[in-house]
């Protein structure tokens, strides 16, 4: 669902024109901020850039501007002054079946396995990062950092004590559901509503585990409850690896003020992300609905297609935005998401996580290249460097440390 998703609104940024907020920037602003980014170290926390890396014609090393599938690379991050981040390894909810868990089961160590093959292949362009330290020197270095982390913990359903073999092998963010309830969490947009009202049993347990083991719980996707129990049950401050302010769009997977204001109590990182349709209001007509409907028939299973598969989706996608066009979200609504979340929070515990490959980008912020338009914007509203610093990076690499600290407490270190 997550996939097709990102193909219709990847498909959608690319017939956008650019917007007011888009060409504002002069080019003595953009080089200023991208300057600066340079600087600090850069980090998305919520990259879906892995679902990638086994597709057919996709090459990270590669250049992909254009293509409905794809807003990262290794050229487009050194252009956007993107170090890196948290690259995710997403798996969809599924029926909750036996078979079903041990479907995710695997589809997660696949996924683990692609992200650390990538950082193999190129030692020279990505390193792995086990520790915020780590994350330095491997900016130092020249390269590309790469954190590990789970959307959806639906892999670690059929053995829960797999979550020490992740963490071993690098994972450092976890997140506890997606768009349906599981068992260890509710989310927040399940249409049957809470089934735990909050966290599970098990997902209490696997809470206390990831806090034993020095990996960030990631409240993004879950449920108000959810939020509302990590405050009692995490033993340090937890993260939204990609959501916004529901005060200035009224949605589910948004958080509110007063939840804005306690996480910055408790020590918490919000990242703002890009996925329009938690920006602003997206509506459709039946015949666009139908529309889409019947493309997907006409091309198959997202994971599957090729990019040249994909690319010519993103043609047809083109034809039907043409005949039933969508209002979208624009650069300007991710910027007054993430100014009134700044305004609440604070610059201490906010943010950038925009979902790029699943779903993020904006009229006027159509992949990683564009990056130092957000640096800039900061500038002009005032902020230092020490507090941009935060927000790009600082905040919650803040929190991972406090995570490592509580884990070394335990008797638990980093590998």
Same mark, same amino acid.
């Given at each position: 669902?997550?996939?097709?998703?990102?193909?219709?609104?990847?498909?959608?940024?690319?017939?956008?024109?650019?917007?007011?907020?888009?060409?504002?920037?002069?080019?003595?602003?953009?080089?200023?901020?991208?300057?600066?980014?340079?600087?600090?170290?850069?980090?998305?926390?919520?990259?879906?850039?892995?679902?990638?890396?086994?597709?057919?014609?996709?090459?990270?090393?590669?250049?992909?501007?254009?293509?409905?599938?794809?807003?990262?690379?290794?050229?487009?991050?050194?252009?956007?002054?993107?170090?890196?981040?948290?690259?995710?390894?997403?798996?969809?909810?599924?029926?909750?079946?036996?078979?079903?868990?041990?479907?995710?089961?695997?589809?997660?160590?696949?996924?683990?396995?692609?992200?650390?093959?990538?950082?193999?292949?190129?030692?020279?362009?990505?390193?792995?990062?086990?520790?915020?330290?780590?994350?330095?020197?491997?900016?130092?270095?020249?390269?590309?950092?790469?954190?590990?982390?789970?959307?959806?913990?639906?892999?670690? #359903?059929?053995?829960?004590?797999?979550?020490?073999?992740?963490?071993?092998?690098?994972?450092?963010?976890?997140?506890?559901?997606?768009?349906?309830?599981?068992?260890?969490?509710?989310?927040?947009?399940?249409?049957?509503?809470?089934?735990?009202?909050?966290?599970?049993?098990?997902?209490?347990?696997?809470?206390?585990?990831?806090?034993?083991?020095?990996?960030?719980?990631?409240?993004?996707?879950?449920?108000?409850?959810?939020?509302?129990?990590?405050?009692?049950?995490?033993?340090?401050?937890? #993260?939204?690896?990609?959501?916004?302010?529901?005060?200035?769009?009224?949605?589910?997977?948004?958080?509110?003020?007063?939840?804005?204001?306690?996480?910055?109590?408790?020590?918490?990182?919000?990242? #703002?992300?890009?996925?329009?349709?938690?920006?602003?209001?997206?509506?459709?007509?039946?015949?666009?609905?139908?529309?889409?409907?019947?493309?997907?028939?006409?091309?198959?299973?997202?994971?599957?297609?090729?990019?040249?598969?994909?690319?010519?989706?993103?043609?047809?996608?083109?034809?039907?935005?043409?005949?039933?066009?969508?209002?979208?979200?624009?650069?300007?609504?991710?910027?007054?998401?993430?100014?009134?979340?700044?305004?609440?929070?604070?610059?201490?515990?906010?943010?950038?996580?925009?979902?790029?490959?699943?779903?993020?980008?904006?009229?006027?912020?159509?992949? #990683?290249?564009?990056?130092?338009?957000?640096?800039?914007?900061?500038?002009?509203?005032?902020?230092?460097?020490?507090?941009?610093?935060?927000?790009?990076?600082?905040?919650?690499?803040?929190?991972?440390?406090?995570?490592?600290?509580?884990?070394?407490?335990?008797?638990?270190?980093?590998?």
């Amino acid at each position: 669902m997550k996939r097709r998703r990102t193909l219709l609104l990847i498909a959608l940024v690319l017939t956008w024109p650019l917007s007011a907020a888009a060409a504002d920037f002069s080019a003595d602003e953009l080089a200023k901020a991208k300057a600066l980014q340079q600087r600090l170290l850069t980090l998305d926390t919520h990259l879906d850039t892995p679902a990638n890396l086994a597709r057919d014609g996709f090459d990270i090393l590669q250049r992909h501007t254009g293509s409905a599938v794809s807003e990262v690379d290794y050229p487009r991050m050194v252009e956007g002054a993107l170090d890196g981040g948290f690259w995710a390894i997403y798996t969809g909810q599924g029926d909750r079946s036996d078979a079903a868990h041990l479907r995710d089961r695997d589809a997660g160590l696949e996924r683990l396995l692609e992200i650390r093959e990538m950082v193999a292949a190129h030692p020279d362009r990505f390193g792995l990062a086990h520790t915020a330290d780590e994350a330095q020197r491997i900016k130092a270095s020249g390269r590309r950092v790469v954190f590990i982390s789970m959307e959806n913990a639906s892999p670690l #359903v059929a053995d829960p004590t797999l979550l020490s073999f992740y963490q071993h092998a690098g994972l450092r963010m976890l997140s506890l559901a997606h768009f349906l309830n599981n068992e260890f969490a509710d989310s927040a947009t399940d249409p049957k509503g809470p089934e735990w009202h909050g966290l599970s049993p098990a997902g209490r347990k696997l809470v206390a585990e990831a806090n034993r083991l020095g990996i960030l719980v990631d409240q993004s996707h879950a449920s108000d409850a959810v939020f509302d129990d990590l405050l009692e049950a995490s033993k340090v401050p937890f #993260v939204l690896s990609h959501s916004a302010s529901r005060a200035m769009f009224d949605h589910p997977r948004n958080l509110d003020d007063a939840r804005l204001r306690k996480l910055a109590a408790k020590g918490g990182v919000i990242q #703002v992300n890009a996925y329009g349709g938690y920006l602003t209001a997206v509506t459709k007509s039946p015949e666009r609905i139908e529309a889409e409907k019947a493309l997907e028939t006409r091309f198959g299973e997202f994971d599957a297609m090729s990019m040249a598969q994909a690319q010519a989706y993103g043609e047809a996608m083109k034809e039907i935005e043409a005949r039933y066009p969508v209002k979208q979200g624009t650069l300007d609504d991710f910027f007054a998401h993430l100014g009134h979340i700044l305004d609440v929070a604070g610059p201490e515990h906010t943010g950038i996580g925009m979902d790029w490959d699943g779903g993020g980008g904006v009229q006027g912020m159509e992949d #990683v290249s564009q990056l130092p338009k957000i640096t800039a914007w900061l500038l002009r509203r005032g902020y230092t460097e020490k507090q941009i610093a935060g927000i790009w990076g600082g905040n919650v690499m803040r929190v991972l440390r406090q995570a490592e600290d509580y884990a070394a407490k335990q008797g638990h270190a980093a590998p």
